[in-house]
């Protein structure tokens, strides 16, 4: 009485997984390395946009419900 079963789960209903998707493959040519210029090039430029602050466009003074409703009046 002291074996236990291995598997509580029925073979039956465990499912293979499904087949790649053949998306997931590149195909063609692979592409060229990087040379290590290049490479801390790319990781400045990277490092740079991620802590510069972007600039905002400028908001303007009027509300859309005031530019809507001077819009209206011209007629």
Known sequence: ???TPQHD?????AYPEPPASPLW???GPKPRPITPEQ???NCELLLRAQ???RPRSP???TT???ASQSGSQVA
């Open 59 to 61: 908001r303007t003074t």
């Open 9 to 13: 789960v029925d073979p039956t209903l």
């Open 39 to 41: 490479q801390r090039r």
């Open 64 to 66: 859309l419900a005031e």
């Open 1 to 3: 009485m002291g074996s």
């Open 25 to 27: 493959h590149r195909q």
């Open 51 to 53: 802590y510069t602050p």
